[in-house]
């Protein structure tokens, strides 16, 4: 957790571990449910805390919005932030120039900038 506070990542994409074949770590004991389940839990606070602090250094970003999903439209930022707007015009398959607002799900809410 030191490392990731350290380089600051935008966000972070958790899930907890399961063994692999083949890999060194295989050969290790399993950890309990409980363990695993707070430890993501401790990493999820972290990545909340991370995409604050992206926000509050980071205003405004350029975003591609790919698809709507339920009332969102939703695209990545240029630094790959995963990006919400609630737009009732079609903005799918455009760049547009956002004013990131809050995190939101596994990314943040963006608004369109006002010049």
């Known amino acids: 957790m030191h490392f990731i506070e350290k380089i600051g990542f935008s966000g972070l994409h958790i899930f907890q571990y399961s063994k692999r074949d083949g890999t060194v770590a295989s050969k290790l004991p399993d950890l ?61 398959n455009q760049v547009l120039e956002v004013e990131f607002e809050k995190p939101y799900l596994e990314g943040v809410k963006v608004k369109i900038k006002q010049n």
């Open 32 to 92: 309990p449910s409980q363990v695993k389940r707070q430890r993501a839990k401790k990493l999820e606070e972290l990545d909340e805390r991370l995409r604050k602090t992206f926000i509050a250094q980071n205003k405004y970003g350029r975003v591609l919005f790919e698809e709507k999903i339920g009332d969102f439209y939703v695209g990545y930022s240029e630094n790959y932030v995963k990006c919400y707007i609630n737009s009732v015009e079609n903005i799918s």
